[in-house]
């Protein structure tokens, strides 16, 4: 302990030479997810929750984005890991439908419609 103070009267004897320095901080950021990545996410944790394997997700993933295809493919690494082949365990499965927090969107869920109030 007499090291410990005696160290920090020689730093704090020469006030004129310290130079406070933050080392670390929480920022935050504002910045909204990535559309594709947040469009893949969503779609590859419907696909574990229905127990389709990854080739089979990406073959019937009818859109050419990488963003998202790189996504789906995050997703299923995460939650089963890098066999495209395997098919989801009724855990992975169940765990993918907690995650969506009861979400369901369809393809076609806001086609034709102007607005909450249009059917």
Do not use: C
């Not at 030479?17 to 997810?33: D, G, H, M, R, Y």
């Amino acid at each position: 302990m007499g090291a410990v103070s005696d160290l920090q009267k020689a730093i704090m004897s020469d006030a004129a030479n310290i130079q406070p320095e933050l080392l670390a901080t929480t920022v935050f950021s504002n910045k909204a997810a990535d559309p594709g990545e947040a469009v893949g996410s969503v779609y590859g944790l419907h696909a574990i929750a229905d127990g389709a394997t990854l080739a089979h997700a990406l073959d019937k993933l009818d859109v050419d984005d990488p963003d998202i295809s790189q996504a789906v493919k995050a997703v299923y690494e995460s939650a089963i890991g890098d066999d495209d082949r395997r098919v989801p365990s009724q855990l992975q499965r169940q765990n993918a439908r907690d995650q969506l927090h009861g979400f369901h969107l369809s393809r076609n869920w806001f086609r034709g419609r102007s607005g909450p109030d249009q059917s």
